[in-house]
């Protein structure tokens, strides 16, 4: 496993921007697949985004076009630009990692073994 801390959450108008990103602890980030979870009050969590060890992406319909994720292996980071958002998606969003083969194309289904304790994102209408 390895030890997640997610920042860059906050409030922002809708339409606007924001930029999460996901610190790893450990020396085999590399070795991780990536991915944005989020969940609301009295809803499961929900797939945002997920990036593979090869920077292979997989995007919910929903923030396709929207959102990037991306990831600086060299900075044990990855990162969630969501833009142009909408006050339904104020949700906490969570970054997780799964081990994978180099190469696995299931990198963005569970179960992933880590995961961080969240940050609040909320969309002002």
């Known amino acids: 496993q390895v030890l997640l801390v997610e920042s860059g959450g906050g409030l922002v108008q809708a339409g606007g921007s924001l930029r999460l990103s996901c610190a790893a602890s450990?020396?085999?980030?590399?070795?991780?697949?990536m991915a944005w979870f989020r969940q609301t009050a009295g809803n499961e969590r929900e797939l945002v985004a997920a990036i593979s060890r090869t920077g292979m992406t997989k995007y919910a319909d929903s923030v396709k076009g929207r959102f990037t994720i991306s990831r600086d292996n060299a900075k044990n980071t990855a990162y969630l630009q969501m833009n142009s958002l909408k006050p339904e998606e104020t949700a906490v969003y969570y970054c997780a990692a799964k081990a994978t083969t180099v190469n696995s194309l299931s990198y963005y289904q569970g179960p992933f073994d880590s995961w961080g304790r969240g940050t609040q994102v909320t969309v002002s209408s």
């Open positions: 450990g020396r085999t980030f590399s070795m991780y697949a």
